[in-house]
């Protein structure tokens, strides 16, 4: 069964901390792994997208990393602002479009 | 470029109606997802549109339908509308299916 897991379920951290966030999936075959961040009642806007050669994207303050042979990504984000406060979304793709989603991260950073 | 835009914004709705939420996708994407997004649920797929045809289907009851035109914009309706049905709807559009998809703002369905 293709499945997507994400860990933790949320997070609290301070202003300017680091943390990192976990997905684990199942997916077969592997098209693609995206992260993306979704505020309170908005859409999800994707982080970072890569693929099966790929092992470390970055986007500013967030860095992605893949593990395609333990099926293994995380999220890693430096120097938290508050604006970091939102739902952290793990999307793993398989051939043909069919994306599978885990249930996501609560991130809230506090000041 | 403009990015992906959805129409209504809001929406309140009683038990029994119908619904028709609307999403333009980013210029040059053929393909248009939908998803159902609720906070016991988390983000559920619905179908995904390519070149009008509807090429993914998820676990939803046929009251759940969509179609595609040839710009590209997509409909999904909701019929016999439940309250469970209350979420916030999101359309996402890709140049294929297999990259990176771009989310518009979502709906947001009460049913009351």
């Known amino acids: 069964k293709n499945q997507v897991e994400q860990s933790p379920q949320s997070l609290i951290i301070l202003e300017g901390k680091n943390c990192t966030l976990q997905c684990n999936y199942t997916v077969s075959p592997f098209s693609n792994l995206r992260w993306y961040k979704q505020d309170t009642g908005r859409g999800p806007v994707s982080l970072t997208i890569m693929t099966f050669s790929e092992n470390t994207k970055s986007n500013g303050r967030y860095t992605a990393t893949l593990d395609a042979d333990t099926k293994q990504s995380s999220l890693h984000i430096t120097a938290s602002q508050l604006s970091d406060s939102a739902s952290y979304i793990c999307v793993v793709s398989r051939n043909a479009g069919k994306s599978t989603f885990g249930d996501g991260t609560t991130l809230t950073v506090k000041p | 470029k403009a990015g992906v835009t959805q129409t209504p914004r809001y929406l309140i709705k009683t038990r029994g109606q119908q619904v028709t939420l609307s999403c333009s996708p980013i210029s040059g994407h053929r393909s248009v997802s939908w998803y159902q997004q609720t906070p016991g649920q988390g983000l559920q797929f619905l179908f995904e549109y390519f070149s009008e045809t509807q090429r993914n289907k998820g676990n939803f009851p046929g009251r759940f339908s969509g179609r595609q035109f040839s710009n590209s914009r997509s409909e999904m309706n909701v019929s016999t509308l439940e309250l469970g049905d209350s979420a916030l709807y999101l359309c996402?559009?890709?140049?294929?299916?297999?990259?990176?998809?771009?989310f518009g703002p979502g709906t947001r369905l009460l049913v009351l």
């Open positions: 996402a559009s890709s140049l294929g299916g297999e990259l990176a998809e771009y």
